[in-house]
């Protein structure tokens, strides 16, 4: 079996990796780098899964005998509460040889109220994130949401959860056909 990631950011194909041992799957795990085509920031559901589709499709063009590519996008949401926080999201998206495509969403949580003017000045969440912890590249680690649940959940667990989603979707549906 062989599996590609479309990324090369560790929090990302760290999380496929894992889900895979977890599913107990044996698989050639191939990262590539594969551009989003959403902004760098995005800033909905719907541009955020596009990001990841993009991913994911770009990645199986790349490497044609694979089973199938998977792509993970973060981006950040406008809450609907009178508040209207700033909340993290997280999609991923499988895209199988057969051409079936597979969605699946993860945790969200709301930011400081402070990141929101960044945010929708067009600051990307990982430069903020950098600059409020004062170190570099925390969205290849713990990420935001590793931050502000003090390591309860990292980025790599909750896109690990996002991973297991979609290979269980994609499992079901093997099942299913054959």
């Known amino acids: 079996m062989k599996v590609v990631v479309g990324s090369r950011n560790p929090a990302k ?10 599913l107990e799957m044996e698989a ?12 760098k920031q995005p800033m909905t559901d719907q541009e ?6 993009h991913r994911a499709r770009g990645a199986l063009k790349e490497i044609e005998d694979a089973d199938f590519a998977i792509g993970l996008e973060g981006g950040v949401v406008l809450d609907s509460t009178p508040s209207a926080s700033v909340m993290v ?26 990141f929101k003017q960044e945010i929708l000045t067009g600051k ?15 969205r290849k680690h713990e990420g935001a ?5 003090e390591g309860a959940v990292s980025r ?5 959860h996002v991973s297991k989603l979609l290979i269980g ?10």
Not at 48 to 53: F, P, R, V
Not at 124 to 138: A, F, S, T
């Open 89 to 114: 999201c997280n999609w991923g998206a499988l895209v199988a040889k057969d051409g079936m495509e597979y969605i699946a969403g993860g945790a969200r949580i709301p930011l400081p109220d402070a």
């Open 145 to 149: 949401l590793g931050i502000f649940t």
């Open 28 to 39: 050639e795990t191939i990262n590539l780098e594969v551009e989003s085509g959403v902004s």
């Open 124 to 138: 990307e969440l990982g430069d903020i994130m950098d600059e409020y912890c004062q170190r570099k590249d925390i």
């Open 48 to 53: 955020t899964i596009e990001g990841a589709l």
């Open 13 to 22: 194909y760290k999380a496929v990796h894992n889900a895979m041992r977890e």
């Open 156 to 160: 790599i667990e909750m896109f690990q």
């Open 169 to 178: 979707q994609w499992i079901y549906n093997e099942k299913k056909q054959a």
